[in-house]
Structures are given as structure tokens and as C-alpha cells.
């Protein structure tokens, strides 16, 4: 089973991906793992990616994409895995589509955790964090003590950087522009499987296992 994981910042992939990852026998594989593996090991590529970043650029997709191939050539990979955050742009799935190919396999799909934008918005900006003891709070669905303190050890709560209306929207759009080709290039090769990511967490897993099953 291989499959190419989909969804908005804040859609919950990264805890439905460790029980898919549980449930099938198949390797989690995200692509900043494969990043800071390449990068501490200073291998060639790593060394190549560090170049950009330490420069402040993007670095390209042919050096993504190699990472990639180099991590799903190895013996681990045999059983299958889900991948998080790859391909990012419709040339790295045609890239990895031509991968699979050369090798006699292809995509079992890529799965899409759907959110609205207002939804998200909602999960994210409600977001606090403990900085003391790193307990986490959402001021809805799970909020501190009355008076914004931490329930277990006392501290002011806070609000990460990364979770402001405007940083939120702002990976919201980013994520939009880049993504929506990219569901529209499996949707064109009947490869696109949608659940709702507004649902609880059991629910929207036991909607993706039907679709795995």
C-alpha cells in the first residue's frame, strides 16, 4: 500500500497518519524527516539542500525529489508507507509517479483530509500552549483555568507565533495555491480519496480505513 497523504495545516494528518501508519504496517515517512536525516548526515544531497536553505531559498524539487527516491529505495519500504508532505507540486507527482512506474508499482491513492478554511481558522488560532511545562489548551474546546492559567503547573498560558489569524491564513493560502493542482492531477487520474476532517478524530479514521479496506 503507498499512499500520498493530503490536507490543510491543522487538519489532523499528522495524528491520523501514525494510525494509519499502526493499522496498515506501513512506514510514516514526512518529508522533513527525510530533510534533517539527509542534512545531519551530510550526505550530497543534504549538503546540496543545506546550500539553498542557509541562503534563504527554496530548494529546488529535483533535490527533494531525489531525497525521496533515495528514502523509498530502501529495504524498509518494501511493505509500503504514506507519505507526508510529498509531492508538494504536480511536477514532484509526476516525478513520483514515473518512480513507482520504472519499478512496476504505482499509487493505491492519495488521500485528502478536507477542512474549511473557517474551520480551520477556528482549531488553530484557539490554540494555547503552557510554555513551562508544555501542556496544550484550545480555548473552546479544551480551555485553561478561568483565569488563562496552565491546570497543571500554574503558568501563563500563551499563543505560539504560528498560530495568529494572520500566520494562520497565511499557510492557509499558501497551502491552497500549491495544493489545489495537485488535487486536481489525482482527481483527473481517479487517484483522489476525500474524507471530512471536520468529523472526531475515531470518526474521520474509521472513514479512512473504509477507503483502505
Known amino acids: 500500500m503507498k499512499i500520498v497523504l493530503l490536507g490543510p495545516p491543522g487538519a489532523g494528518k499528522g495524528t491520523q497518519a501514525k494510525s494509519i501508519s499502526n493499522r496498515y504496517s506501513i512506514l510514516h ?22 546550500r539553498y536553505m542557509d541562503n534563504g ?10 531525497m525521496v527516491k533515495d528514502r523509498l529505495k530502501q529495504d524498509d519500504c518494501k511493505n509500503g508507507y504514506l507519505l507526508d508532505g510529498f509531492p508538494r507540486t504536480v511536477h514532484q507527482a509526476e516525478a513520483l509517479d514515473e ?13 485528502l483530509i478536507e477542512v474549511p478554511t473557517d474551520f480551520i481558522l477556528e482549531r488553530m488560532t484557539g490554540r494555547r500552549v503552557c510554555p513551562s511545562c508544555g501542556a496544550s489548551y484550545h480555548v473552546k474546546f479544551n480551555p485553561p483555568t478561568k483565569d488563562g492559567k496552565c491546570s497543571v503547573c500554574g ?5 505560539r507565533k504560528d498560530d495568529t489569524v494572520e500566520t494562520v491564513q497565511e499557510r492557509l493560502d499558501v497551502y491552497q ?15 483522489l480519496s476525500v474524507v471530512d476532517g471536520t468529523k472526531a478524530i475515531n470518526e474521520v479514521f474509521e472513514d479512512i480505513c473504509k477507503i483502505l479496506d
Do not use: H, M, W
Open 177 to 191: 495555491k500549491q495544493t489545489q493542482p495537485l488535487i486536481d492531477f489525482y482527481k483527473a487520474k481517479n487517484k
Open 57 to 66: 531559498q527554496l530548494v529546488p524539487d529535483e533535490v527533494t525529489i531525489n
Open 155 to 159: 503558568s501563563e498560558v500563551i499563543q
Open 99 to 111: 518512480f513507482l512506474c520504472s519499478r512496476g508499482e504505482s499509487l493505491s491513492t492519495s488521500l
Open 29 to 50: 515517512i514526512s518529508t522533513g524527516d527525510i530533510f534533517r536525516k539527509n542534512i545531519s548526515e551530510n550526505t550530497p544531497l543534504g549538503v546540496e539542500a543545506k
